[in-house]
């Protein structure tokens, strides 16, 4: 609830203006004249007050007209039903008499949102009960030091497949805590491919394979996964752009993770999804916080977590379940990347994606221009009309649309509308 302040001169001044003024953003408004009030237009002072109340807007229809599409690669798009559903709560979430943002983490109100949210999260991927989740901090790009640190000792070989940016500064970054090896890369092809797996030379003694699920730069995508050669060996994925986007058979694997700020939350949350016989064994030079044994021990609160964060996660991971789980996920995103990836190739060479069909993201499109002059031009008429982040990485060029689960059909529908208009205006 909020007054607005002494309404008086400005209700009898300016009557249009005072009532503008308490209904814009304020759906919901009250006044209450008092009785002793005779005339608007007498000269007696007159107290009014104007009580306005903001409406849970998490019950109001999807997409605003506010909002922009916005096609970035993270941080990204959020489903409108979960920031609604945020918006209501900020200021007071639930019975607590305050905001999620000034809990303790320890008191019984943020324990129950974090089981709430691991809760959801395992129904929504079905993990086994000898996984372990994680909520933790730094990126997944912390995750490239903490992985090696944990999984193997400094002189166990391990194997990369580079299939992208991501998978590349990984690798370099497990080099400075193992043997780590490129078994296969698709530089040369500037990363439009994965390699079919009985091709690959696998070190039999590797500690784990590790794998980018999906390679938010280039657009590449694993459909199926390869298995370790060496009957002991781990796969680990970075899934960190396409978690949560389709169902995945966890127990496939010995380490998930993932920054939460393209599918499921904002930026700063990781989460790590690992199988529990592989914690505890990590190098005696590693930092406490990177120990996934620290965080498995104390349920993700040995320190302060990112409360806030993680509520936010919950709140989408409700959402998704909500929506029919990640099955009907999946098959919403296909439908949202085929109507694009059609438009494109169906452009007649105006559009290109150089990525190989049969990987192709269906999270992360990315195109040229068959005249890369008119990139800016693209750009610029396409935000124009409320379509937002469509230039593509700095390292790239060309253009990417990134389609998360948040992203709605209209968008993208909106989206290949454009396209062809603007082929037709410029072919
Ligand atoms: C596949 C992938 N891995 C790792 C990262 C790095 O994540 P962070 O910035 O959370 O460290 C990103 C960021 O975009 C990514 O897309």
Not at 149 to 167: E, I, M, Q
Not at 368 to 389: C, G, H, N, P, Y
Request: charge should be positive.
């Amino acid at each position: 609830m909020a007054t607005a302040a002494s309404p008086h001169a400005l209700l009898v001044q300016n009557p249009n203006r005072f009532f503008k003024s308490c209904f814009v953003n304020n759906p919901i408004t009250t006044f209450t004249i008092p009785s002793n009030a005779t005339s608007m237009r007498s000269n007696k002072p007159l107290t009014i007050t104007c009580v306005t109340q903001v409406q849970d807007r998490s019950t109001q229809i999807s997409q605003s007209q506010e909002r922009v599409f916005n096609f970035a690669a993270g941080p990204a798009i959020l489903p409108e039903k979960v920031l609604r559903k945020a918006e209501s709560e900020v200021y007071i979430w639930r019975d607590s008499g305050m905001s999620v943002m000034e809990m303790s983490h320890r008191g019984k109100e943020f324990l129950s949102i974090i089981e709430k949210a691991e809760g959801d999260l395992r129904k929504l991927l079905n993990i086994p009960s000898d996984y372990s989740v994680l909520f933790l901090q730094g990126g997944a790009t912390t995750q490239f030091a903490a992985i090696p640190l944990n999984l193997c000792k400094p002189d166990d070989p391990v194997d990369y497949l580079v299939t992208g940016s991501w998978g590349d500064k990984a690798f370099k970054e497990a080099q400075k805590f193992c043997k780590a090896n490129v078994i296969w890369s698709g530089k040369s092809d500037k990363y439009t491919k994965i390699p079919s797996f009985e091709s690959l030379e696998q070190n039999p003694d590797a500690k784990y394979l590790h794998i980018c699920a999906n390679e938010t730069i280039h657009g590449v995508e694993f459909k199926s996964y390869p298995t370790p050669k060496n009957k002991n060996g781990i796969l680990v994925a970075d899934m960190s752009s396409n978690f949560c986007s389709k169902p995945v058979d966890v127990s496939k694997f010995g380490l998930i993770y993932a920054g939460a700020q393209k599918n499921v939350g904002p930026s700063g949350v990781t989460i790590v999804i690992v199988r529990k016989d592989l914690i505890g064994n990590a190098q005696p030079i590693t930092p406490v916080m990177l120990d996934y044994k620290t965080h498995a021990d104390n349920n993700s609160l040995y320190n302060t977590p990112p409360c806030y964060g993680i509520y936010m996660c919950g709140l989408v991971f409700d959402h998704l379940l909500e929506q029919g789980g990640l099955e009907a996920v999946q098959k919403n995103n296909m439908k949202k990347a085929e109507i694009l990836y059609n438009t494109i190739d169906g452009s007649g060479g105006f559009y290109r994606c150089p990525v190989e069909k049969s990987v192709r993201s269906l999270m992360n499109v990315p195109f040229t221009l068959e005249r890369s002059d008119l990139e800016a031009e693209f750009i610029k008429e396409a935000a124009k009309e409320k379509m937002v982040q469509l230039k593509g990485h700095r390292s790239v060029g060309g253009m990417r649309a990134s389609i998360y689960n948040a992203m709605p059909l209209a968008g993208v529908e909106k989206l290949v509308a454009f396209m062809k208009n603007f082929q037709a205006r410029h072919a």
